[in-house]
């Protein structure tokens, strides 16, 4: 789970670093990349992630969630939870390196959770293509393997709050709606 962390920390990094400009489709695909919500009338939430792609029923939604935490005193985490009418579990989130804050509950662990998350991503370093502009969700089979768990993570905290806010519009009228990162 360490290690699951520590390589989101570095992926988040890298990503924070990528030379494509704001709103540039990095696919090529010649313009600008559409952000935004939509409304639909098929019923439908549509969610089109630059790591995949994600429809569900607004009607099979029975709750949705958001949430922060610490993982392993390394990584702050935002985090949005579907549960639906299957067994299925649906989780996007965002994550940045822990910041240490005078005014903060973290104070006390301050230099230990520096020094460890610097061997982490360090550890984590040697195992990433150089070439990974965007963060990826990263599993270390088996001991992160969930059955029946979809996850994304997202660039901007930003974007997963607007993605929040269109799951509850469409969780709350049924009205279907395409969401785009």
Excluded at 19 to 35: R, S, V
Excluded at 67 to 88: I, M
Excluded at 89 to 108: A, H, M
Aim: proline share 4%; aromatic share 8%; net charge positive.
């Amino acid at each position: 789970m360490k290690t699951f962390f520590a390589a989101l920390f570095l992926l988040t990094a890298i990503a924070a670093n990528a030379q494509t400009a704001p709103g540039q489709n990095p696919t090529g695909q010649g313009g600008q990349q559409q952000q935004g919500d939509e409304p639909t009338r098929d019923g439908l939430w549509d969610g089109r992630m630059k790591g995949g792609n994600y429809i569900v029923r607004c009607n099979s939604i029975i709750a949705l969630s958001k949430h922060e935490y610490v993982a392993d005193g390394v990584a702050r985490v935002v985090e949005v939870n579907l549960t639906l009418s299957s067994s299925q579990i649906v989780r996007f989130y965002f994550l940045e390196p822990v910041k240490i804050d005078s005014g903060s509950n973290l104070v006390n662990a301050g230099t230990q959770a520096v020094e460890r998350a610097k061997g982490l991503f360090e550890q984590a370093a040697g195992r990433v293509s150089p070439t990974l502009t965007e963060p990826k969700v990263v599993k270390s089979y088996p001991a992160s393997t969930h059955a029946h768990t979809v996850e994304f993570v997202l660039k901007d905290e930003a974007r997963l709050n607007s993605l929040f806010q269109s799951l509850e519009r469409g969780f709350r009228s049924g009205q279907g709606r395409i969401w785009r990162e």
